[in-house]
Nanobody
Framework: VQLQASGGGLVQIGDSLRLSCAAS????????MAWFRQAPGSEREFVSA????????FYSDSVKGRFTISRDNAQNSVFLQMNRLEPEDTAVYYC?????????????????WGQGTQVTVSS
């Protein structure tokens, strides 16, 4: 499975941005899809995940209420709608996928990774 993330950019505080991740080369609808992010000098951290069906969504405390994850299995894609962006959201955002919903916050459990897309929130 190959993952291709897109949609990053430079925005202002309070703006919105929508990231996309397209999966190819496998049955994406069977996979848990997630977003992680890595800020300069920091470890990669969990942002959000969705189950294969899309019926369950999970968020880190730092983005809950501002970010929304969704997926379109017909298009083998997952999205991250980011609202009310803050400078602390500045990072490279990675999409990832794996089979099991267990330990969905653990980056080491993810099998497939996209290349990352830069999000910069300017103050």
């Amino acid at each position: 499975v190959q993952l291709q993330a897109s949609g990053g950019g430079l925005v202002q505080i309070g703006d919105s941005l929508r990231l996309s991740c397209a999966a190819s080369g496998g049955t994406g609808s069977n996979l848990v899809m997630a977003w992680f992010r890595q800020a300069p000098g920091s470890e990669r951290e969990f942002v959000s995940a969705t189950s294969g069906s899309g019926n369950s969504q999970f968020y880190s405390d730092s983005v809950k209420g501002r970010f929304t994850i969704s997926r379109d299995n017909a298009q083998n894609s997952v999205f991250l709608q980011m609202n009310r962006l803050e400078p602390e959201d500045t990072a490279v955002y990675y999409c990832a996928a794996k089979k099991s919903l267990l330990r969905y916050r653990e980056l080491d459990d993810y099998t497939y990774w996209g290349q990352g897309t830069q999000v910069t929130v300017s103050s």
